[in-house]
């Protein structure tokens, strides 16, 4: 329970303080369907319908950016059916959502390794995002065979090579460089990162980026999440008392 007197007269639409970025950790769809006697399949296709959800929630409540990890670099390490039901996911996603997202102004980015993806899925996200570029709706974020080390390595190698062409002195480096390298390059950095499923790790997201955002861990499994999971997250981070290293005055 909050120890915060003033979170008993929070009420959902008036006081909840609105992230500008939200990352989320979607996490839990094999446990939901193990615990229904399914295959892991039906939770990442449960799943599917708790990312429409958010993203109605996110454009509803007025968030500006909103980070999905939907297949991390880590994920390779599942058997390869598994891997390709995840892959037909987002092409099928892509198929169904693609002009109702594009009319609801959203403009989508896809972040993450693209080398090592099949062409055809590489083409895929090219058009996503050049249709959605002009987009000044919500920006959807979507983390796909994204890791943040190979992120802030490739970072690295980019400024080196600047360095060693001469157009940059390493003194000049500072960390709106570094920002500038990443994937994430023109966003606002998360506020907040919401884990579902009660794990409570970052599993390599966003790492750089999250260096100030509070945390907040849900028990329920992805494709549970709803409007009520939703708002108790929302509220969890408006109790937080964000300090960035200084102090209350
Ligand atoms: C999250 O659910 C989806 C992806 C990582 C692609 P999981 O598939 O990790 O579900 P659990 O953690 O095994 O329950
Ligand atoms: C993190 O979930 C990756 C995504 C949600 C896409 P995992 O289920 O892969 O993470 P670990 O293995 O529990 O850390
Ligand atoms: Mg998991």
Known sequence: MSTNPAAASIEPERDLKIPRHIGVIMDGNGRWAQQRGLGRSEGHRAGVEAVRRIVGLARDYGVECLTLFSFSAENWRRPPDEVRFIFSLLRRFVASDLDKLDQSNVRIRIIGERDGLERGLRGI???????????????????????????????????????????????????????HHLDTSGLPDPDLILRTSGE??????????????????????WPDFDESVFVRALRTYTERDRRFGGIRT
């Not at 190979?150 to 960390?175: F, H, M, Q, S």
């Not at 409570?200 to 499994?221: C, D, G, K, T």
């Open 125 to 179: 996200i090219d058009e996503v995002e050049t249709r959605t570029r002009d987009n000044t709706g919500l920006d959807l974020i979507i983390a796909f065979n994204y890791g943040a080390k190979v992120e802030i390595v490739n970072a690295t190698r980019a400024i080196a090579r600047k360095v060693a062409a001469g157009e940059l002195a390493p003194e000049e480096i500072d960390e709106a460089t570094v920002a």
């Open 200 to 221: 409570m790790r970052l599993s390599n997201f966003l790492l750089w980026q999250s260096a100030y955002a509070e945390l907040v861990f849900v028990p329920e499994n």
